[in-house]
Antibody, heavy 121, light 108 residues
Framework: QVQLVESGGGVVQPGRSLRLSCAAS????????MHWVRQAPGKGLEWVAV????????YYADSVKGRFTISRDSSKNTLYLQMNSLRAEDTAVYFC??????????????WGQGTLVTVSS | SSEVTQDPAASVALGQTVRITCQGD??????ASWYRQKPGQAPVLVIF???NRPSGIPDRFSGSYSGNTASLTITGAQAEDEADYYC???????????FGGGTKLTVL
């Protein structure tokens, strides 16, 4: 069965960096686009970034562009999100989600359980 | 980026029908998908494309479109349907994802 397991969250000071990971299993990782979606405490879902199955295309929300980098390693079946210059408003649960297609196909068919990132001094 | 908007809250009596809507210009060109999220849990896909349900989603969930509005209808709502519901679609460029703000559904 498809499983997505996020890790790497924690408490970090403003301006510092953090890298999130999402370990994928139960499907052929290299044939699907992958996304990061976040949810601030008590708030709605906010899309963060997408990466195509082969890493050829990456797109970011305006709120994180230039600070966050999405990447993937198909040899390890793992998705990453490198987050730099973190701000208090980046505090959220970060979910990884599988796209139904090789890139941004229109919907997310599987989600991980999320990892909490808290940006605070 | 273009936006999609949802009413923040809706309610339905047990066994009755409720429609949750998602509005946005991008919906004239692109399909929406719908997700159910219960407290402390990850979102779950309930409707995608024109009106498709993933396996395991009851047939009381359905989707429809009219103009710039996508709708999620629950026919015969059950207590376990109480949750937050989010729509998403593409922005005007087609390359970015947009989420609605979510609708909190209460089953009375």
């Amino acid at each position: 069965q498809v499983q997505l397991v996020e890790s790497g969250g924690g408490v970090v000071q403003p301006g510092r960096s953090l890298r999130l990971s999402c370990a994928a299993s139960g499907f052929t990782f290299s044939t699907y686009g992958m996304h990061w979606v976040r949810q601030a405490p008590g708030k709605g879902l906010e899309w963060v970034a997408v990466i195509w199955n082969d890493g050829s295309n990456k797109y970011y929300a305006d709120s994180v562009k230039g600070r966050f980098t999405i990447s993937r390693d198909s040899s390890k079946n793992t998705l990453y999100l490198q987050m730099n210059s973190l701000r208090a408003e980046d505090t959220a649960v970060y979910f990884c989600a599988r796209d139904e297609d090789i890139g941004w196909g229109g919907y997310f068919d599987y989600w991980g359980q999320g990892t909490l990132v808290t940006v605070s001094s | 980026s273009s936006e999609v908007t949802q009413d923040p809250a809706a309610s339905v009596a047990l066994g009755q029908t409720v429609r949750i809507t998602c509005q946005g210009d991008s919906l004239r060109s692109y399909f929406a998908s719908w997700y159910r999220q219960k407290p402390g849990q990850a979102p779950v896909l309930v409707i995608f494309g024109k009106n498709n349900r993933p396996s395991g989603i009851p047939d009381r969930f359905s989707g429809s479109y009219s103009g710039n509005t996508a709708s999620l209808t629950i026919t015969g709502a059950q207590a376990e349907d109480e949750a937050d519901y989010y729509c998403n679609s593409r922005d005007s460029s087609g390359s970015h994802v947009v989420f609605g703000g979510g609708t909190k559904l209460t089953v009375l």
